[in-house]
């Protein structure tokens, strides 16, 4: 039997909610039981399951308070334990998930210096089915605390199961939307930062965080139809009447049809959609034509979800092929589109990032086309170190290179 974490006053309170994730809840169980802070309560909330998830949890007696509940969703599992909480630090932890030993520890030393704050966030390391460690680092994009709600509209750079948060501000917020059944914690994040709330990040990779193939995430329908319920609950429907929203709205909506259009591509390999997609972005957000991120994810094409950034099933050169015909078909018509005085900028950014990731795979004759072709279309990029600095890197041969840094190496230990 497990040790006995059971305690009167805890100081943190764990939320699991589980729904028929039997085969990894007590790995996730025993990394919060492995954690060297440990004044904690764990909160199981089983939201209907019908697999032996409810055997597994039980089996832990008196290290866990176990409820279950008939099945509400994501959302809801999580209220309730945020409701059942004994604390007022509520940590987030998804049944697939698990934490590294000095997650608690490191979270709360964050809680105790910044008092201010509400939200508290980290990295995550991603792994397969099975436990092991895939290259990917998600999450944990620390940004100003003045920027994060317009920050949050464009994208959601949050992991639930990296997250620490205050319960009174939450409760007070209404805790999560139980209407969405996906993206719900995206939602919550960016109602807490309209409000003004703080959400302070650590650059830690403290959280392994699963991909498989019964994973919400891993559904491109149903998040595209939460993205658009969002950004409708806040700012009403896409009325096209652009140029009289706020710069909140048109941010939120470019947010919505960014997320469609790397689903489309990422998770359905659809570039046709993630075209229209990315002609309403640029419409609706203007300043999405110079979103490296954006196009650095679609210079990944459907690389699987682990291993983006690497070379993995990187098939560039179809990416390529792709990602030109996406900028003819948006750009083809801009007179009628109003885009055309984007284009420059958007060719620019698109190849810049081909460039990056072609510098990154290795292949650094392309990395020197694609980053002279970015300077040619947006000459403001010469300052951008990263421009100039893997310009030059592609010129030089990779075993030169190994050999200085080899050399920088040995001299710094001198």
């Known amino acids: 039997m497990p040790p006995t974490m059971k305690t009167a006053s805890p100081q943190i309170s764990v939320?699991?909610?589980?729904?028929?994730?039997?085969?990894?809840?007590?790995?996730?169980?025993?990394?919060?039981?492995?954690?060297?802070?440990r004044n904690f309560e764990i909160i199981i909330i089983d939201d209907g399951s019908t697999d032996a998830s409810p055997v597994i949890a039980r089996h832990y007696g008196d290290s866990i308070r176990y409820f279950r509940q008939e099945n509400q969703g994501l959302a809801g599992a999580r209220n309730s334990g945020i409701h059942a909480a004994r604390s007022d630090i509520i940590c987030l932890l998804d049944s697939d998930d698990a934490w590294s030993p000095a997650y608690l520890e490191k979270m709360m030393e964050m809680v105790s210096r910044h008092a201010g704050a509400t939200v508290f966030y980290c990295q995550a390391q991603c792994?397969?089915?099975n436990g092991q460690i895939l290259p990917q680092i998600v999450g944990g994009s620390r940004t100003r605390s003045d920027d994060t709600y317009r920050t949050?509209?464009?994208?959601?750079?949050?992991?639930?199961s990296t997250i620490t948060m205050r319960r009174p501000a939450i409760i007070d917020a209404g805790l999560f939307d139980v209407a969405f059944r996906r993206l719900q914690d995206w939602e919550l994040w960016i109602r807490l930062s309209k409000s003004g709330h703080r959400f302070v990040g650590l650059a830690d990779v403290l959280v392994r965080y699963r991909i498989h193939s019964s994973s919400l995430s891993m559904d491109p329908i149903s998040g595209q139809r939460a993205a658009m319920a969002l950004a409708v609950k806040h700012f009403g429907p896409d009325d096209e009447q652009r140029q009289s929203w706020s710069i909140e709205k048109r941010l939120a909506f470019g947010g919505v049809y960014r997320y469609h259009l790397l689903t489309s591509v990422q998770r359905q390999n659809d570039w046709d959609a993630g075209a229209q997609?990315?002609?309403?972005?640029?419409?609706?957000?203007?300043?999405?034509a110079e979103d490296l991120d954006l196009f650095y994810d679609l210079a990944l094409g459907s690389q699987p979800p682990g291993h983006r950034g690497t070379s993995y099933q990187l098939d560039l050169g179809n990416?390529?092929?792709?990602?030109?015909?996406?900028?003819?078909?948006?750009?083809?018509?801009?007179?009628?589109?109003?885009?055309?005085?984007l284009r420059r900028q958007t060719y620019g950014t698109a190849h810049f990032a081909l460039g990056v990731v072609a510098y990154n795979a290795g292949q650094r004759t392309l990395c020197r086309g694609f980053l002279l072709k970015a300077l040619g279309y947006r000459p403001d990029l010469w300052p951008d170190s990263r421009v100039a600095g893997n310009l030059l890197k592609s010129f030089v041969s990779q075993p030169l290179l190994e050999k200085a840094k080899s050399y920088r190496n040995r001299i710094g230990a001198c």
């Open 15 to 37: 939320v699991i909610p589980v729904y028929n994730q039997a085969q990894y809840l007590s790995e996730t169980i025993d990394s919060v039981l492995g954690q060297t802070y």
């Open 277 to 288: 997609y990315l002609r309403q972005a640029l419409q609706a957000d203007p300043t999405l």
């Open 319 to 341: 990416n390529v092929t792709h990602i030109n015909s996406m900028l003819e078909t948006v750009f083809g018509a801009a007179s009628a589109s109003g885009l055309g005085s």
């Open 152 to 160: 949050l509209l464009r994208a959601n750079f949050l992991i639930p």
């Open 127 to 129: 792994i397969d089915a």
